[in-house]
């Protein structure tokens, strides 16, 4: 028997919607809560018990949103607050919650809080920020070494106040001075504001950022992006922050969090996420970047060959820890990332790596989240110019490489692998012009290969990777085993299967996922008889008998259960 407590958020499924490219409702090119309305019955089906939505908030852009210049409203391209609530209604109505992003670790530098720090240095708003003073005056140099995420040194400096201002990410996207109490102040009334218009929880972006060392000291020289790194990620004070957000609000509300946590371990996790002095733990899940690092030191950008075993440890060691003590976010995709079939999986055998990379992490204990498009095995677009790319962080890689000599062809060559924009294209709907998603020029190229890969293609085809997303998540809910159950993982020296088991009341379940082309000779693990158990999952016909050991074929999966 598993000693873990059961909730609703271990046991609903998530879909992640980033509004710019999800759905055009009014058809002008960019996607909008119009969208979201019309297509609400096609999340439903999925069987997903929540949305997430990537900033809806008023934004010049310059991050798509996570630069927030009213964190109470909409964006006017996304609709009104009207049309939310019209949104949050039928999400509800249809069983699902609505969970809003929350950013703020910085808010846009067209935010009037910014506006005013920085045209009425005298008012309370300038210590909403971190100005400071250089080390020289006149600019010549800022106050210390670090080095932004997104855009350069990570101070911005203001001539009429002789004064810099930090941002970790890009220039428009100044940090906000949480050690002010004001600021927090700020940030709990934008938390009942949500939660009192009916939201259900909150997905806090980079939260494990929100503290800044005292004194601001110059971060390890010799890292080139995000330099000072050390000197803002998961201080203490993030903790007493969550505390008070916790305590005074979100505990009183029931409001649901997951924070989003770069550079988080299990270890340390533990200490945001299990419950203690018998208080609401901080956060109730993270999302941590472990497992999106197997072919990649750090950044997407910085490319390795695949790791399977790498992959495995990242998956495994968060299983075993968490269990019984915290709860696992499990995603293989999000905005943030390019496609999960180009990287872990083939493009070649798009259906079959698709569907065995669904089953791998949606079986594993922990709530899965869905973005959008992975439900149809989207994959990455080639542009052909550098100009047709958008994103802040794209241009940050160029302007780093282009000083070592690497040339714009060739960038173009990486960011085409690379690239977090491969998230961002709009979403296929059908086989018409932009793929169904607009008539009107749509903000980014739609995917060419539309034709093939798009939701009406995906519905019509029972055998389709959307239809085998939906048969998981019903299996997951049918299936207690599937959430609470225990894990163990097998062979786990083996370069090309993954094979873990799940284990709850007596039942047992066994999947067994392929990573690769080439055959390789599959045996049941001692204590498993592939011939007594039932075969629930398979991205080929199942064999006609079934046998206790199986020659692969590429990318296969096949899940086994025993009652
Ligand atoms: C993490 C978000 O997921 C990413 O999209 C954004 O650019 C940064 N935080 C900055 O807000």
């Not at 920020?129 to 670090?146: S, V």
């Not at 970790?168 to 709990?188: H, I, T, Y």
């Not at 949606?362 to 047709?388: A, H, K, V, W």
């Not at 991205?539 to 899940?559: H, I, L, M």
Request: with cysteine; proline share 6%; net charge negative.
């Amino acid at each position: 028997m598993s000693n873990i407590k059961p909730a609703w958020w271990k046991e609903m499924s998530v879909y992640q919607i980033w509004p710019r490219s999800f759905a055009d409702g009014n058809n002008d090119g960019i996607g909008d809560l119009h969208g979201v309305l019309e297509k609400l019955d096609y999340i439903k089906a999925l069987g997903v018990d929540a949305i997430w939505f990537s900033p809806l908030y008023p934004s010049p852009n310059c991050d798509y949103g996570y630069d927030c210049a009213d964190y109470k409203n909409i964006h006017p391209e996304y609709g009104d607050l009207g049309l939310f609530k019209q949104v949050l209604d039928g999400a509800h109505e249809r069983g699902m919650k609505v969970i809003m992003d929350l950013v703020i670790n910085h808010t846009s530098d067209h935010h009037e809080w910014f506006v005013k720090s920085r045209e009425e240095p005298e008012s309370e708003y300038h210590d909403y920020y971190y100005w400071r003073k250089g080390k020289k005056p006149g600019g010549k140099k800022p106050p210390n070494n670090w080095l932004s995420v997104f855009e350069g040194k990570a101070w911005e400096y203001n001539k009429e106040l002789d004064e810099y201002y930090l941002h970790v990410f890009a220039k428009g996207q100044p940090d906000l001075n949480m050690s002010n109490p004001k600021v927090r102040e700020e940030v709990k009334s934008i938390l009942r504001f949500w939660l009192e218009l009916g939201v259900d929880g909150f997905r806090e972006d980079v939260i494990t950022y929100i503290a800044k060392r005292e004194g601001l000291p110059n971060g390890f020289p010799l890292l080139p992006i995000g330099r000072g790194m050390e000197h803002w990620t998961s201080l203490p004070p993030v903790k007493d922050y969550l505390r008070e957000f916790q305590d005074e609000v979100l505990t009183p509300y029931g409001g649901f969090t997951v924070g989003e946590a770069p550079g988080m371990t299990p270890k340390l996790a533990k200490e945001y996420i299990t419950a203690q002095d018998g208080k609401q733990p901080l956060l109730d899940l993270m999302f941590h970047f472990q497992h999106m690092e197997a072919d990649c030191f750090m950044t997407d950008f910085i490319g390795l060959p695949f790791s399977l075993k790498k992959l495995k440890k990242a998956f495994s060691s968060w299983q075993r820890e968490m269990f019984g003590e915290g709860w696992n976010a499990l995603y293989i995709e999000n905005h943030d990332h390019p496609r999960i079939i180009n990287r872990y999986g083939s493009p070649k055998y798009r259906e079959a790596s698709g569907k065995m990379l669904a089953a791998m992490y949606i079986l594993q204990s922990g709530t899965p989240f869905i973005y959008q498009g992975q439900e149809i095995g989207m994959t990455n677009i080639t542009l052909d110019r550098l100009d047709q790319f958008k994103d802040v962080a794209t241009f940050n890689v160029y302007n780093l490489v282009k000083k070592f000599g690497m040339k714009e062809e060739r960038f173009v060559k990486l960011a085409n692998r690379k690239s977090r924009e491969h998230a961002r294209t709009p979403v296929q709907w059908k086989d018409a012009p932009n793929g169904g998603f607009c008539d009107a020029e749509p903000w980014f190229p739609v995917n060419q290969n539309y034709s093939e890969i798009n939701v009406e293609a995906a519905e019509a085809d029972p055998n389709s990777i959307l239809h085998w997303y939906r048969a998981l998540l019903q299996f997951r809910k049918e299936n207690p085993l599937v959430i609470y159950g225990g894990y163990q993982e097998h062979y786990k020296s083996s370069r090309s299967l993954y094979a873990y088991s799940r284990e709850h009341e007596g039942k047992r379940l066994l999947v067994v996922c392929t990573f690769g082309e080439k055959p390789v000779q599959f045996c049941a693990p001692k204590g498993f008889d592939l011939t007594q158990g039932k075969q629930v999952f398979g991205n080929y016909a199942p064999p006609e008998t079934q046998t206790n050991s199986f020659v692969t074929k590429p990318w296969e999966c096949r899940v086994y259960m025993w009652e």
